[in-house]
């Protein structure tokens, strides 16, 4: 079965940059497109960008760009979202989530969260 | 990108339908049928219900069902059960080549 299993918590301070990654398994990962997807607390999604494993190539919203860098392993199967210049609006849990080649999020790693704090 | 709009909050009692609404423009919604419904309990990562405006991944119960009428899309939930009770968001691919959620709805099982 699909699954993707990403990194654990991480704390921040503000002005650093952290790296989440998504390891994942039960079909084949170059065949398949990637996005991030983020939530601040108490707060809705937020569509973040999307890498395609089968050639590396990404796309991302106006909002992160120079910002995010979205990165992939195809020989261990991971996916990695990169942000910099953290600030405390980035303060989020941040999911992978596979696209079902049709433009819809099919399945979701566990969410990971990233706190941004002095 | 503007967020999609949705009702906060919706509710309904054990057995009725409810329908949740989720509003675009004619870049996201109203050009594409490419809108899809998650459903997400607190803690939980969201879970796709419905993809393609109406389609039902294998496994998703047949009392969720999805449509669209121009620039709006519509969730609808029939025979309403406790387990029911979650934040619902939708999202739309949009003409820029990205991707943009509604706020998210609230559903309280009565």
């Known amino acids: 079965q699909v699954q993707l299993v990403q990194s654990g918590a991480e704390v921040e301070k503000p002005g650093a940059s952290v790296k989440v990654s998504c390891k994942a398994s039960?079909?084949?990962?170059?065949?398949?497109?990637m996005h991030w997807v983020r939530q601040a607390p108490g707060q809705g999604l937020e569509w973040m960008g999307i890498?395609?494993?089968?050639?590396?190539?990404?796309s991302y919203p106006q909002k992160f760009q120079g910002r995010i860098t979205m990165t992939r392993d195809t020989s261990t199967s991971t996916v990695y979202m990169e942000l910099n210049s953290l600030r405390s609006e980035d303060t989020a849990v941040y999911y992978c989530?596979?696209?079902?080649?049709?433009?819809?999020?099919?399945?979701w790693g566990q969410g990971t969260l990233v706190t941004v704090s002095s | 990108q503007s967020a999609l709009t949705q009702p906060a909050s919706v509710s309904g009692s054990p057995g009725q339908s409810i329908t949740i609404s989720c509003t675009g423009t004619?870049?996201?919604?109203?050009?594409?049928?490419?809108v899809s419904w998650y459903q997400q309990h607190p803690g939980k990562a969201p879970k796709l219900m419905i993809q393609?405006?109406?389609n039902r991944p294998s496994g998703v119960s047949n009392r969720f069902s999805g449509s669209k009428s121009g620039n709006t899309a519509s969730l609808t939930i029939s025979g309403l059960q406790a387990e029911d009770e979650a934040d619902y968001y939708c999202?739309?691919?949009?003409?820029?080549?990205?991707?943009?959620f509604g706020g998210g709805t609230k559903l309280t099982v009565l």
């Open positions: 989530a596979r696209d079902t080649n049709n433009w819809s999020f099919d399945n």
């Open positions: 039960g079909y084949t990962f170059t065949s398949y497109y």
């Open positions: 890498i395609y494993p089968g050639g590396g190539g990404t």
């Open positions: 004619s870049s996201d919604i109203g050009g594409y049928n490419y």
């Open positions: 393609d405006v109406s």
């Open positions: 999202s739309s691919y949009t003409s820029t080549s990205t991707w943009v």
